[in-house]
T-cell receptor
């Protein structure tokens, strides 16, 4: 099956710092989503981005489908950004999202 | 708020028991997915329904079953519960395949 690797596994930032999270996948995909799981366990949609670049406030994402990777940029981080960030992909005909193991982000004041 | 509603939020039950988790998808979404998140296994896909029909199966145990009803809500039934079934169970919905999926708040199941 498809492999989804996220890096780094853990990241600690000072409030106000910028960061880049990476997601590599081993095969072509039709769907790629980024999620933030907050400390209460909620999975919050960040981006639906099978290809291209999108921005939403302090967050932006880029997926280069031909090279099988996606990047999530967080600028001017805040303590509320803490949690686990998941990349999830869907292959054609698979009918489900396959999740990476996540990046645990801790933002300290 | 994602628009996907899961009940109950928390459930504590004893080994050997049976529970039912309920999910109401976003308005207009025909696909419903169930996922299990445990500490050692991460987020694992269990099963998917589209407009009442089972479309895909993942790592779902034989003790677990699901269905999607004509009004598109879905239920996940877990029986003969074991300690290892303790996990966060998520429901997600989407319009169809290869479209954006939205997740409910999850049901935290604790088996004692």
């Amino acid at each position: 099956g498809i492999q989804v690797e996220q890096s780094p596994p853990d990241l600690i930032l000072q409030e106000g710092a910028n960061s880049t999270l990476r997601c590599n996948f081993s095969d072509s995909v039709n769907n790629l989503q980024w999620f933030h799981q907050n400390p209460w366990g909620q999975l919050i949609n960040l981006f639906y981005i099978p290809s291209g670049t999108k921005q939403n406030g302090r967050l932006s994402a880029t997926t280069v489908a031909t090279e099988r990777y996606s990047l999530l940029y967080i600028s001017s981080s805040q303590t509320t950004d803490s949690g686990v960030y998941f990349c999830a992909v869907e292959q054609g005909g698979a009918n489900n999202l396959f999740f990476g193991t996540g990046t645990r982000l801790t933002v300290i004041p | 708020d994602s628009g996907v509603t899961q009940t109950p939020k928390h459930l504590i039950t004893a080994t050997g028991q049976r529970v039912t988790l309920r999910c109401s998808p976003r308005s207009g979404d025909l696909s419903v997915y169930w996922y299990q998140q445990s500490l050692d296994q991460g987020l694992q896909f269990l099963i998917q329904y589209y407009n009442g029909e089972e479309r895909a199966k993942g790592n779902i145990l034989e003790r677990f079953s699901a269905q999607q009803f004509p009004d598109l809500h879905s239920e996940l039934n877990l029986s003969s519960l074991e300690l290892g079934d303790s996990a966060l169970y998520f429901c997600a919905s989407s319009i169809g395949t290869n479209t954006e999926a939205f997740f409910g708040q999850g049901t935290r199941l604790t088996v004692v």
